[in-house]
């Protein structure tokens, strides 16, 4: 049966890339010919949506902003063009990987996901008008809803396939392109949706008065809850430092980046002084920010790591949660996440050891960095540092 499964896995695969091959060809050399000298696909995916932003950004946008809508149709024009370029990357990524490793259900099924995509899109019809672009919002709506479920299921994938790989960083390529590659997608379709939406400090996704507390103490609130219920208890969270600044800026990755190292302290905290009871230290976030970066520091007294596994923290897949079949109980909360690229563990405290990697690549992705001190019987310190996003100077290359 095995055998069989995996025949009929090579077939499948075999006809998906024969029809997908022509159109691949077609965009590689386009592309390869359109611009020869950034071939290096991340390098271009980087500038390409560096550029989008750019042009499309809060100040940009909003004088853009033509009342018979022609904004949103040119956006819609611009994404139909540059989405089946993008995904077509990300496809020749999977088809890169090594054989034992495309052969995993899962990660196959991600892959497919990904051929289906490209096919919707590159035979979308040319959109010349704003029944068009109707249509094509919704086509971007269901593929949003689609590939929510992507990061878990890739978590998940290559969890099961890491005995077999030697080579760490072919897993961590292909996993920080794929991940930052799909942030920056859904960002950019997101960003047009949200064109259509007049939501007050808003202009796309761009959130112009970006409140870092605001954001954190609604993370810290649901880190929190989820750790009561998995723990039956949980510590408190304080917040310093520049409560009150606001900024523009991008919130979705940030969702992400501080969900999970809040999650990451909380868990640190209570198995480090479960016989405290509800006397425990609490975690404390230290928000700073000057006219180029603003810090988000996390610090908590969850009894820190031993240095030698503070590299290993940041690989995919690396975890001291045990089992992940043993964390099976999310399910209670599973209905709590609703933010589509929220976690890759959605309700879940921890598990898959998605969850340092991840959001350190999404750092890297929006130009900043995500780092960790770590005291062995204390605690430890996480630094996000981000630049703000400025249409005057490259700060907002992302
Ligand atoms: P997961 O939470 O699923 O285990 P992560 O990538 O979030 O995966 O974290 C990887 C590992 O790094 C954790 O299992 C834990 O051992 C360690 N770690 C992360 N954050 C902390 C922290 N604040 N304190 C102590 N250990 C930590
Ligand atoms: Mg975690």
């Known amino acids: 049966a095995r055998h069989f499964s995996c025949v009929k896995v090579l ?50 946008q909003a004088a853009a902003k033509s009342p018979d809508k022609s904004h949103i149709l040119r956006s819609a ?11 077509a990357h990300r496809i020749a990524g999977f088809r890169n990987l090594p054989f034992i490793v495309g052969c995993n259900p899962t990660i196959l099924q991600v892959h497919e996901l990904y051929i289906r995509a490209f096919h919707i899109l590159s035979n979308f019809p040319v959109i010349t008008n ?3 672009e109707e249509k094509y919002s919704d086509t971007l709506r269901q593929l949003l809803d689609d590939h929510k479920d992507v990061v878990t299921m890739l978590a998940e994938g290559f969890a099961q396939v890491r005995k ?21 997608i859904r960002m950019l379709a997101e960003h047009h949706l949200s064109l259509h939406d007049e939501k007050p400090n808003h202009v796309g996704v761009v959130n112009i008065a970006f409140s870092p507390r605001r954001l954190i103490e609604k993370k810290a609130q649901y880190a929190k809850s989820l750790c009561e219920g998995k723990y039956g208890n949980a510590p408190n969270v304080v917040l310093n430092g520049h409560l009150n600044a606001t900024f523009p800026y991008i919130q979705p990755p940030l969702d992400y980046i501080l969900t999970e190292i809040l999650k990451n302290s909380f868990r640190a905290t209570v198995e480090t002084h479960s016989s405290n009871g509800y006397n425990m230290p609490e975690i404390v976030v230290t928000i700073a920010n000057n006219d180029s970066d603003f810090v988000i520091r ?15 923290a940041f690989e995919y897949n690396f975890t001291t949660a045990g089992a992940v079949r043993e964390d099976h109980d999310g399910g209670l909360f599973d209905s709590f996440v609703a933010s589509p690229q929220s976690t890759p563990t959605p309700g879940k405290m921890h598990g898959y050891g998605f969850g340092l990697p991840t959001a350190r690549a999404y750092a890297n992705y929006l130009g900043g960095s995500l780092t960790m001190e770590t005291m062995e019987g204390i605690g430890t310190d996480v630094y996000l540092r981000l630049g703000h996003l400025d249409s005057k100077s490259e700060s907002f290359r992302i």
């Open 298 to 312: 996390v610090s908590d007294r969850g009894g820190g790591l031993p240095q030698k596994l503070v590299q290993k």
């Open 164 to 184: 077999h790989i030697t080579d760490e960083n072919l897993i961590r390529t292909f996993l920080d392109r794929t991940l930052t590659s799909r942030l920056g």
């Open 77 to 87: 024009q611009y994404l139909s063009k540059e989405l089946p370029v993008r995904i």
């Open 11 to 60: 077939t499948r695969r075999a006809s998906l890339d024969s029809a997908t091959s022509v159109f691949l060809f077609r965009r590689f050399s386009e592309e390869l010919h359109t611009r020869p000298r950034e071939r290096d696909t991340s390098e271009r995916e980087r500038s390409q949506s560096v550029t989008a932003f750019y042009y499309q950004s809060a100040i940009d």
């Open 130 to 132: 704003l029944q068009g």
